[in-house]
Structure formats: structure tokens, C-alpha cells
């Protein structure tokens, strides 16, 4: 099972920008779903963008549609993600995603993925 790392998280204000990244070791992610999860408290874990091997396409929830970009660079790291015009209400642990080869079913279902990183706060204050 791959594992993977987590890293860019912090505080910002509302309008700033960050960037996440999650490395990986072990077996390659060449050919994953690479996906970006997050969950604030109280709520559930809520699916927000996912980019298929080759990354000729990507998928985005509708609260972060033109606000974030995810991309891939290699097997080792797999997977970023540009966060800018953050709000207050993308205040939650972020969290990286491995799964199958395909996004096209469901890619915002947590059951999808089977590897999964340590997560990062990101804070939005107004």
C-alpha cells in the first residue's frame, strides 16, 4: 500500500493562497486516482478534487470550482494542490487520496480511495 505525506498547510487570511503537497513512497501512484479530501469539525469528509493517471482531466466540488487547481507531477509526488481566494469556510483538515485507476465513478466517495495521507490544518480567518 502506498503511503503518502502531507505538507503546506497554515494560516492564512481570507483571500490568501496556499499549496498543498503529498509525496509518496512505496508502490507507484503512477496509475491512481489521485484525489484531495478535507473535513472541518462536525462535518464529514468532503471530497475536493481529483485528477486520473495522466492527468488529462480534473475534478473539483462545486465549492472550490475556480478557486482550486489540482495537478501531478510523478509517482513521487503525485499530487498538489493551489488553494487561492481562500474563505473562512475552507477552514478544515486536509487530507490526500490514492485509489484505483479510474475518477470517473464517485471520485468524491472516501470509500474510493485505500491509501490516505496524515492530513494538514489549513486555517482561513476573516
Known amino acids: 500500500q502506498v503511503q503518502l505525506v502531507v505538507s503546506g498547510g497554515g494560516s492564512v487570511q481570507a483571500g490568501g493562497s496556499l499549496r498543498l503537497s503529498c509525496a509518496a513512497s512505496?508502490?507507484?501512484?503512477?496509475?491512481?486516482?489521485m484525489a484531495w479530501f478535507r473535513q472541518a469539525p462536525g462535518k464529514e469528509r468532503e471530497g475536493v478534487a481529483a485528477?486520473?493517471?495522466?492527468?488529462?482531466?480534473?475534478y473539483y466540488g462545486d465549492s472550490v470550482k475556480g478557486r482550486f487547481t489540482i495537478s501531478r507531477e510523478n509517482a513521487k509526488n503525485p499530487a498538489y494542490l493551489q488553494m487561492r481566494s481562500l474563505k473562512p469556510e475552507d477552514t478544515a483538515v486536509y487530507y490526500c487520496?490514492?485509489?484505483?485507476?479510474?475518477?470517473?465513478?464517485?471520485?468524491?466517495?472516501?470509500?474510493?480511495?485505500?491509501?490516505w495521507g496524515q492530513g494538514t490544518q489549513v486555517t482561513v480567518s476573516s
Open positions: 485528477m486520473p493517471p495522466g492527468g488529462r482531466r480534473t
Open positions: 487520496a490514492a485509489g484505483g485507476p479510474s475518477c470517473i465513478h464517485q471520485w468524491a466517495s472516501a470509500a474510493r480511495y485505500n491509501s
Open positions: 512505496g508502490p507507484t501512484t503512477s496509475y491512481a486516482c
